[in-house]
C-alpha cells in the first residue's frame, strides 16, 4: 500500500437526531475538510492531506492517491460476502468478497465523522439520484434556493451517480452512501454525515450491492450508543 | 460475553421449535434442545448423530431458549441440554439440579474466559500488554479513531451482562478515565477488529473465549491480577440502577467460567448408557471454537458439520461408549 491514511483533528458529537433533524441534502453539502494524514512511502513521513492537497494531487494524477483506489485486500471477518463495513477513521468502504477478502474503496466522510456507528442496512438504492436540499439550507443558501424542488440527477449533482440509502429496519436513517462531482474530496472530511465514492466507485459498488445487504458502521464516531 | 448473550437468547423461543413442540404427532427416543449459538448448534448436532450411530437410538434436535430447554428437562419434553454456561446460569442451575435435582450435569467441564483482548501487532508494537498499559494515555491514544486524541475500546453489546462488568471493571482499574469505552453489538464490535487487522491498526477489545475471533486473528489477551473474591464487588444496574457503579469495585480478573453438559435425571434413570455416554463426552475449548468457526465463518450446515465431525472423530466415540 502505498499511502496510508488517518484522520485527526476532529470532533464528534453528532446525534442521529439531530442529523435526521438537518435532512437529506445536507450529506451532500460540500464544506470545508478537517484534517486527514497519508503515509508517503518516498518520504517516510506523514502528511497532512487537506483540501488543498487532495485538489492538487488529483488535478496531477487524475485520480486519488493509491490507498484510496479501488482495490482487493486480504480481508478476515465472519461477515458474508456482499457486507458493507465502513471505517470512517481511515477513510474506507469494504465489500466483503469470498476467500477472505473484500473490495476496497477510498470514501469522504462528514466533518463530524458519520456520526454515529451500527448496524444498518441498504433499504433501496438509484442511479443519477435527485439531490433536494432542505428547507433551512434554502432559506440560508441563494445556491441551494433554485433545486428547493428538487435538482435532477447528473453530472453536477451532489448526489452523483448512484445512491444507497440506509435504512434501520424499515425506517429510511437518511444516511446515504453516494457519488460525488468532486472526486478529489476522496479521502477527506468534508460533508455532515453521509459518505462519499467517486462516481466510478459508486457506480461500481451499486452493481455490487443488493437490496437488504448488511452495512456495518464501524465505531468512529459512536456517539449513538450509550455511555459513548 | 458469550454467556450472557447466550442467556438473553435463551428467553426466547424459536418459531420451529414452538410448531414442532404443539405439533409433534410421533416421539423420538430422545430429543435434544438445541440454543441458537454456533457451537451449541454443533454439539446439539454431534451429540444427536454420536447417540445415533453408537447407541443405535432415535434422537430429534429442536431449536428452543435455555430456559425453555430447562423447563423441557424438568417435565420430560427435552432430554439434553448441550451447553450450560456458569456461572451465568448459576441461579437456574440451583433451581433445577440442587433443589428440584430434576437436571443433573455432565461432570466433564469446557473452561471459558472473558477479559480484553488486543491484536498480536497491538501488543507487540505498542506495548499494550496488560489492563494497567491503558492507563497510560500515551499508549491508548494510538486507539483513537474519532480524532480526539483518546482510545477507544468496545466493552461489549448493550444487552450483555457482562458490558456493566466491564464498564465497572475500567473505573476498577482506572482505564475508564483515560480511553472511552464503547457499547455496541458484537458484529460491529468484531468488524472493527477485522478492520484493525486488515489494515495493522491498534485495537483493544472485550473478549471472550471459546470464540471464532481466535482463529480468525492473532489474538492476545491482555494481562492483569488474577480473580479475588475478596475484591471482586459487584453490584448490577438491575439491582441499584442508579448508583451500581460507584457502588461497585472490581480491580482484577474475571472469575474462570465454563460449560456444561445438562440431561434430565428421569432421562439417565430410563437410559443408563446414555447418561454415561453424555458423561463422558469431553470436548475441548479448541474444539469448540472450531464449531463456532465452522458454523458462523464458515456457514457450515451444523447437521452436515456435525456428520462430518463424527465421521472424523471415531476414536472419540469410541472412548465416550466406554
Redesign the interface.
Known amino acids: 500500500m502505498a499511502f496510508?491514511p488517518q484522520?485527526?483533528?476532529?470532533?464528534?458529537g453528532a446525534k442521529i437526531a439531530a442529523c435526521l433533524a438537518l435532512g437529506v441534502a445536507v450529506c451532500a453539502t460540500l464544506a470545508y475538510a478537517?484534517e486527514t494524514q497519508i503515509f508517503d512511502p518516498k518520504t517516510r513521513k506523514w502528511v497532512e492531506y487537506d483540501r488543498k492537497k487532495a485538489r492538487s494531487y488529483y488535478a496531477a494524477h487524475k485520480q486519488v492517491p493509491e490507498a484510496f483506489r479501488r482495490q482487493i485486500?486480504?480481508?478476515?471477518?465472519?461477515?458474508?460476502p456482499g457486507t458493507i463495513?465502513i471505517?470512517g477513521?481511515?477513510h474506507?468502504l469494504?465489500l466483503v468478497q469470498p476467500d477472505f477478502t473484500?473490495i476496497r474503496y477510498g470514501i469522504g466522510v462528514g466533518r463530524e465523522?458519520f456520526g454515529w456507528?451500527?448496524?444498518v442496512k441498504v433499504g433501496r438504492t438509484a442511479e443519477w439520484p435527485t439531490w433536494t436540499p432542505p428547507a433551512e439550507m434554502v432559506a440560508r443558501d441563494p445556491n441551494a434556493r433554485k433545486w428547493a424542488g428538487g435538482q435532477p440527477g447528473g453530472p453536477d449533482n451532489p448526489l452523483g451517480a448512484r445512491a444507497l440509502y440506509l435504512y434501520q429496519g424499515d425506517q429510511d436513517t437518511i444516511y446515504r452512501i453516494h457519488g460525488t462531482p468532486e472526486p478529489w474530496t476522496i479521502g477527506l472530511d468534508v460533508s455532515s454525515g453521509c459518505i462519499r465514492m467517486n462516481n466510478d466507485d459508486i457506480t461500481d459498488l451499486h452493481s455490487r450491492v443488493a437490496v437488504g445487504a448488511k452495512v456495518?458502521?464501524?465505531?468512529?464516531?459512536?456517539s449513538l450508543?450509550?455511555?459513548? | 460475553m458469550v454467556a450472557s448473550t447466550r442467556l438473553l437468547r435463551r428467553s426466547g423461543v424459536a418459531l420451529g421449535s414452538l410448531m414442532a413442540m404443539c405439533g409433534a404427532g410421533f416421539a423420538a427416543d430422545l430429543v435434544v434442545g438445541m440454543p441458537n449459538w454456533p457451537s451449541g448448534q454443533a454439539s446439539a448436532n454431534i451429540i444427536k448423530y454420536a447417540i445415533e450411530k453408537k447407541l443405535g437410538l432415535d434422537v430429534e434436535v429442536r431449536e428452543m431458549g435455555t430456559l425453555i430447554i430447562f423447563a423441557g428437562l424438568d417435565s420430560g419434553e427435552v432430554d439434553i441440554h448441550p451447553e450450560v454456561w456458569q456461572p451465568n446460569l448459576d441461579s437456574v442451575v440451583k433451581k433445577y439440579v440442587d433443589e428440584r435435582k430434576s437436571v443433573q450435569l455432565s461432570p466433564k467441564k469446557v473452561s471459558a474466559t472473558q477479559g480484553l483482548c488486543a491484536t498480536r501487532e497491538t501488543t507487540e508494537k505498542f506495548g499494550i500488554k496488560d489492563v494497567a498499559d491503558l492507563k497510560d494515555p500515551k499508549k491508548t491514544s494510538v486507539l483513537d479513531?474519532?480524532?480526539?486524541g483518546q482510545g477507544?475500546v468496545?466493552i461489549g453489546a448493550?444487552t450483555w451482562s457482562s458490558t456493566p462488568i466491564e464498564?465497572i471493571r475500567a473505573r476498577s482499574y482506572g482505564y475508564a478515565e483515560t480511553v472511552?469505552?464503547?457499547?455496541?453489538?458484537e458484529?460491529?464490535g468484531?468488524?472493527?477488529v477485522?478492520?484493525a487487522?486488515?489494515?495493522n491498526?491498534p485495537i483493544v477489545f472485550y473478549c471472550y473465549s471459546p470464540h471464532?475471533?481466535f482463529n480468525?486473528?492473532e489474538i492476545v489477551q491482555l494481562t492483569e491480577p488474577e480473580y479475588d473474591q475478596a475484591k471482586w464487588n459487584i453490584v448490577l444496574p438491575a439491582d441499584d440502577p442508579a448508583n451500581w457503579l460507584t457502588k461497585s469495585n472490581a480491580p482484577v480478573a474475571w472469575a474462570p467460567s465454563h460449560f456444561q453438559i445438562a440431561f434430565a435425571t428421569k432421562t439417565g434413570e430410563r437410559l443408563p448408557k446414555v447418561a454415561s455416554f453424555l458423561s463422558n463426552i469431553d470436548f475441548t475449548p479448541e474444539e469448540i471454537t472450531e464449531m463456532s468457526y465452522a458454523l458462523?465463518?464458515e456457514?457450515q450446515d451444523p447437521a452436515a458439520y456435525a456428520q462430518q465431525w463424527i465421521a472424523a472423530h471415531a476414536d472419540r466415540l469410541e472412548a465416550w461408549s466406554k
Open positions: 496510508l484522520s485527526r483533528g476532529r470532533t464528534f478537517a485486500v486480504k480481508f478476515r471477518t465472519a461477515e458474508k463495513i471505517d477513521n481511515q474506507f469494504y473484500a465523522g456507528a451500527g448496524m456495518i458502521v464501524l465505531m468512529q464516531g459512536a450508543y450509550k455511555g459513548v | 479513531t474519532d480524532g480526539d477507544e468496545w448493550e464498564r472511552k469505552l464503547l457499547e455496541m453489538p458484529d460491529v468484531m468488524a472493527a477485522d478492520a487487522a486488515a489494515t491498526t471464532h475471533v480468525l486473528h458462523e465463518v456457514r
